[in-house]
């Protein structure tokens, strides 16, 4: 199984201040085939589900502002949130969809300092 | 609009059945994978199974083989999960989710599942 690790668990940032948040696969997520990174990036606040930001590692979803970014490749990966809003106040989880069984990472919570 | 309806959660006791339920809609539903994703309480996400478009492939994490089922209905445009022989750690929110390819794309507001006696 690929394990997904995620650091750190939490972070509390000033707002306007940059969040960086690091995921690290056992596996590379970097397909030979058609060189895609099979990794993705949600965001899931508090009593919702998640919702997806970030797909192939870089490509953000349609609608996802562009203070969010996703960079890497391989086995490691990171998103940035470039100035922290009071709305990003979340928990950001990583996921592989590469192998089966699709795995996550442990979760980031990103708060408020 | 992709919209995902769950149903179906409750409390069970320990060793007790559920059947999950989720009604799709907005999109064309046979031509996408389908999966269960389960978060326990304060916990983070758990990926439960995956079911092709036309249900011929079935994949399951280790922890519930043998004991939940998936499965969908295609005319009815909707997804199911049998789960027997319940235990306490599968306690959690179960979300039905829309793959694109595996990729978890689009998650349903999720069912709750308790089990306890």
């Known amino acids: 199984d690929i394990v997904m690790t995620q650091s750190p668990d939490s972070l509390a940032v000033s707002l306007g201040e940059r969040a960086i948040i690091n995921c690290k696969s056992s596996?590379?997520?970097?397909?030979?085939?058609?060189?895609?990174?099979?990794l993705a990036w949600y965001q899931q606040k508090l009593g919702q589900p998640p919702k997806l930001l970030i797909i192939?590692?870089?490509t953000r979803e349609s609608g996802v502002p562009d203070r969010f970014s996703g960079s890497g490749s391989g086995t490691d990966f990171t998103l940035t949130i470039s100035s922290l809003q009071a709305e990003d106040v979340a928990v950001y989880y990583c996921?592989?969809?590469?192998?089966?069984?699709?795995?996550f990472g442990g979760g980031t919570k990103v708060e408020i300092k | 609009e992709v919209q995902l309806v769950e149903s179906g959660g409750g409390l069970v006791q320990p060793g007790g059945s559920l059947r999950l339920s989720c009604a799709a809609s907005?999109?064309?539903?046979?031509?996408?994978?389908m999966m269960w994703v389960r978060q326990a309480p304060g916990k983070g996400l758990e990926w439960v199974a995956t079911?092709?478009?036309?249900?011929?492939?079935?994949y399951y994490v280790d922890s519930v083989k043998g004991r939940f089922t998936i499965s969908r209905d295609n005319a009815k445009n909707s997804l199911y999960l049998q789960m027997n022989s319940l235990r306490a750690e599968d306690t959690a929110m179960y979300y039905c989710?829309?793959?694109?390819?595996?990729?978890?794309?689009?998650w349903g507001q999720g069912t709750l599942v308790t089990v306890s006696s």
């Open positions: 989710t829309r793959g694109a390819g595996w990729l978890v794309e689009y």
């Open positions: 907005g999109f064309t539903f046979s031509s996408h994978w």
């Open positions: 079911i092709k478009q036309d249900g011929s492939e079935k």
């Open positions: 596996q590379s997520l970097l397909s030979s085939s058609d060189n895609k990174n099979y």
């Open positions: 192939w590692a870089s």
């Open positions: 996921h592989q969809h590469f192998h089966s069984p699709l795995t």
